[in-house]
């Protein structure tokens, strides 16, 4: 902008000389391209990167919704880090994480393949298994918590009619490790049609001439998923891996409508932690610095993915 | 499956494994929503019931919960203000979208690689790191408790992802198209919007079809930047108000459930292949 202004004081010409001048500046590759830009810059720095900011600037000052408080150092960590349930959190964030993701990882691969086989009905069958991707994650675990009911629960019926358990059942979303374990299953629910379809494209775009070239060399079909799929999809894999660990490790959508972090805390992540302590309890300092331990993940994350990923 | 020649029996057990082992995953894909389906027509004494099938209406279908959520609580109004939210979001996004991902996917100027970072990274960040700083933005703004809360913040995630998808859309776009309409007398911004835009509607049409989902779907903010009733989403609505007391009524939850997916459904159902290749470019290039 600075440089149009310059050349419409410069010139002081009369009205249609000036935008003439305007225009043939507007043309120019650079002043159109940072042009273009400038309203997502201003929506990122203004919404994103300030925010982030004050996520930070909060983290270290006793800030409580309604007063704005004092700055207090590194307080609010010490807080935090000597807080029994934050390290209960902790816990939880990884132990959920891996299992998620691994379980995504493994079922998604094999979910691909099956999709991948020539089949009847193949777009309503991938049309239904993306479904729980698409419908609002909140609604379908409203579903999953009735599926779950301490009484009412359809699993425990089912199983019990089958004999696999004996009446009445685990109470699922009120006993510590069943709970993390209904939390588990309807985060991998939701997330498998992601891997499963990423994968599933993937694997399309691998030549079929190496699986004739493996055939041909003898290989069966443990043999030509080990060394030709596998390795063929290790750049699909990364990616959705990462994405994936971004996602899962910050959620907030299953854990608060499942199970609101309990019983006793043993579901709580950090998004959910980091709500419970700065909005219904006021602390936003606190709040703020929970939420920031998601930051290191994130900051490993794309350090990996810019560094690794895009370059290939 | 790959190559060779088979025999027909092989061929049917390798069909057969197929679908053998896709049912079962169908069956756990589809059962909360046909359980949600089930739930909301069953009449009170059947769904508390401890002796009846849970899978069957077996005393008759009844539209009461239905009926209730309509004329006895808020939903008509959360669906309105879901559909005034995504449609405005989304189109905001869709337009700075546009223009961003133009000049980072075409143009030459010095930064434009770091630019493009800068948005991917942004692309990364989870809106539960920064819920709690946009609390207080929006109180500032003056639009707390308000429609224009949601309208204002959703751009934050949607802009980023967009832009993204957009600049893979931009690029598969031959240059010398533009190249000729310059030569033609074009200007930059004509060129764009006569030559190049026409050519990305796929690109566009998938964007809207995420933004729509995406803010439709969104829970998080939703759910901390609104608190009056009126104001709230279909989602969060349904989620936290149809709660009375402690107590949920299943049936009008779950009718609320299912109407509130509709939406989503509809627009699914209608663009599937959309859906599958934004999903796979979003994630993959780049």
Do not use: E, W
């Given at each position: 902008m600075a440089v149009g202004q310059r050349v419409l004081e410069a010139t002081g010409r009369a009205r249609p000389g000036r935008l003439t001048r305007v225009r043939e500046w507007w043309e120019h590759e650079p002043v159109f391209g940072y042009g273009l830009i400038v309203p997502a810059l201003v929506l990122i720095v203004g919404l994103v990167a300030y925010p982030f900011g004050m996520a930070i600037y909060f983290s270290l000052s006793d800030y409580w919704v309604g007063s704005p408080g004092s700055f207090i150092g590194l307080q609010n960590y010490r807080d935090i880090l000597g807080n029994e349930i934050f390290r209960q959190t902790v816990y939880n964030s990884f132990v959920f994480t891996a299992i998620a993701v691994v379980l995504k990882c493994v079922l998604g691969v094999w979910l691909a393949m099956l999709l991948f086989?020539?089949?009847?009905f193949k777009r309503l069958i991938r049309g239904a298994v993306l479904l729980p991707w698409v419908i609002p994650t909140a609604l379908s675990v409203l579903a999953w918590k009735w599926m779950f009911d301490?009484?009412?629960?359809v699993v425990n019926w089912t199983a019990i009619h089958l004999g696999i358990?004996?009446?009445?059942?685990?109470n699922w979303l009120g006993m510590a490790s069943y709970a993390m374990a209904a939390v588990i299953a309807v985060n991998v629910w939701r997330g498998l049609p992601f891997f499963a379809i990423i994968v599933l494209a993937g694997l399309v775009s691998i030549p079929r001439e190496y699986y004739e070239a493996a055939e041909v060399d003898g290989a069966g079909s443990w043999g030509r998923f080990r060394h030709v799929t596998l390795p063929l999809l290790k750049p699909v894999l990364a990616v959705v891996i990462l994405f994936s660990t971004i996602f899962t490790f910050s959620d907030f959508n299953i854990v608060q409508v499942l199970t609101s972090g309990g019983p006793v805390n043993t579901t709580h992540l950090f998004a959910t932690f980091a709500y419970q302590m700065g909005l219904s309890g006021g602390n936003l300092g606190q709040g703020a610095a929970i939420s920031l331990f998601l930051f290191p993940m994130l900051a490993v994350i794309v350090f990996v993915q810019l560094r690794y990923i895009r370059k290939e | 499956m790959i190559v060779g020649v088979r025999s027909r029996g092989s061929k049917i057990r390798s069909a057969a494994f197929g679908y053998a082992n896709l049912v079962p995953y169908v069956f756990f894909a589809l059962f909360p929503f046909y359980y949600m389906i089930v739930t909301s027509l069953k009449n009170d004494a059947e769904l508390y019931?401890?002796?009846?099938?849970?899978?069957?209406?077996?005393t008759g279908v009844i539209t009461d919960h239905y009926r209730y959520l309509f004329f006895k609580t808020d939903f008509l109004t959360w669906m309105k203000n879901s559909l005034i939210i995504s449609v405005t979001a989304t189109s905001i996004s869709l337009v700075i979208a546009i223009l961003a991902g133009y000049s980072l996917a075409r143009l030459r100027f010095p930064g434009v690689g770091s630019f493009g970072t800068a948005v991917f990274i942004t692309y990364l960040v989870p809106p539960t790191l920064l819920f709690l700083p946009l609390s207080q933005v929006v109180v500032w703004l003056g639009i707390?408790?308000?429609i224009w809360a949601l309208v204002v913040t959703?751009?934050?995630?949607l802009v980023p992802f967009s832009t993204w998808l957009l600049m893979g859309y931009f690029r598969t776009i031959p240059r010398e198209v533009e190249e000729c309409a310059l030569v033609d007398g074009a200007s930059r911004m004509q060129t764009l919007t006569r030559i190049v835009l026409p050519m990305a509607i796929p690109g566009i049409v998938c964007v809207t079809l995420f933004g729509f989902t995406l803010t439709w779907n969104e829970f998080t903010y939703a759910l901390t930047f609104v608190s009056q009733t009126a104001n709230k989403t279909a989602v969060v609505g349904v989620t936290a108000d149809l709660i009375r007391g402690d107590i949920y009524y299943w049936g009008s939850l779950m009718a609320g459930a299912v109407v509130a997916s509709l939406p989503i459904v509809i627009v699914y159902v209608w663009f599937l292949d959309y859906y599958v290749s934004g999903l796979t470019a979003g994630a993959v290039k780049g």
């Open positions: 086989r020539p089949f009847r301490s009484l009412y629960s358990i004996s009446p009445p059942g685990p | 019931n401890l002796k009846a099938v849970p899978f069957l209406i077996q707390s408790d308000t959703y751009p934050t995630f």
